[in-house]
């Protein structure tokens, strides 16, 4: 575990936590590394050398905060050696992530059931902190860590770029404790003011389609890269890849309607979308935001902003399918507004979440079969 200071609560917390495991005590070694945080690359460098300095079969990174079940290492040694020859190279639980105001949110590994690990792993980090129990040896075939940000994040993509397997155990094993909920900034903006991922960038742009899925002779693959581009913020690259297709595939025509709704060209982006009508995606977007809106009209903080849901709730049952048209109007309306409201904006984003993810999703199913 790195540190920058080892006389903090949490670190205590966690170190306990960590003692007071299921497991033999004798078969458990503890590093805890600290590093300064005022020196560029500090943090990576006390992760590489617990990395290096580490003895046991299994290993485990973890952070300050993060607090463990008793049964945590128990549940996912076992997991791995009952599996045999079989077995993943790791496992992974859920965890509940604790903020400030003491409200939980538990994790899931939903996005990695539904679009695979290889895919999941590039829209975000694939599990939190803590959660991964990874055999050494594969740890040492993928190599140190390398010194950017999101270092943990890249080592995950890493591990998923090679096809290994990893064991997804369905239980809430550990809390996050953090001063505010890392997944709120995973909602993208309306209209991005930059990229997000710089290294994600980097390897998304020597990611080939047939690296993600293999080529079936359609658009579908190359149309995932396209998605990824845009979950990370890059309209122009998403953009090239769209436009590649020209007016023939419906499906790219609705992703080059999402870029130009989000550049914002919101004329342009109707054209796109009106070509996109026949989409059978849409089903699936309009469920995914049907769930959206039900639990926006339950939270009284949203305020007045639950008529402009309900509306959409009602045009969407009437229609009987995602309405593309419909929302870049709600987008143009809120963009056009002297004083933005908050939590319209937080509603305009979340149902624009859950349209890219649904739509990522569809795209990954037409390109695997």
Known sequence: MPADDLETSSVRETMQSIASQSYPASLMETLLVQYMPNIPGG??????AARDQA??????HTEQGVTWDPSKIEKQVLRLREGGEGAGVGSAHRVSVRDATGRMKQTNFDLIHRVG????????????PGALLIRSDTMADLGAYRHIDQAVWEYDIRLASKGLSVELLD?????????????????????????????LKRLLDQTAPGDLVAEGGNEFPALLLAGL???NDDLETSHTISQSFGRESVAANFWHGVIHRREPDFGNARGWFERARSWEGLLQIRDAVQEVLERVLLRPEYGQTRDLAFSLKQHLDSEGIWDSE??????ERFSEAGVPDEMEETLLRAVQEAEMVAALE??????VN
């Open 229 to 231: 581009h845009l979950f």
């Open 362 to 367: 569809w795209t990954y199913r037409c390109a």
């Open 326 to 331: 419909y929302f870049v109007d709600m987008c």
């Open 55 to 60: 003895k046991g079969e299994f290993l485990v």
């Open 117 to 128: 690990l290889r895919v999941s792993s590039l829209l975000l980090a694939p599990w939190k």
């Open 171 to 199: 239980e809430d094993l550990a809390v996050w404790n953090v001063d505010m909920d890392p997944a709120g900034s995973l909602v993208r903006e309306l209209v991005p003011s930059g990229m997000r991922e710089s290294f």
């Open 43 to 48: 943090r990576t460098a006390a992760l590489n």
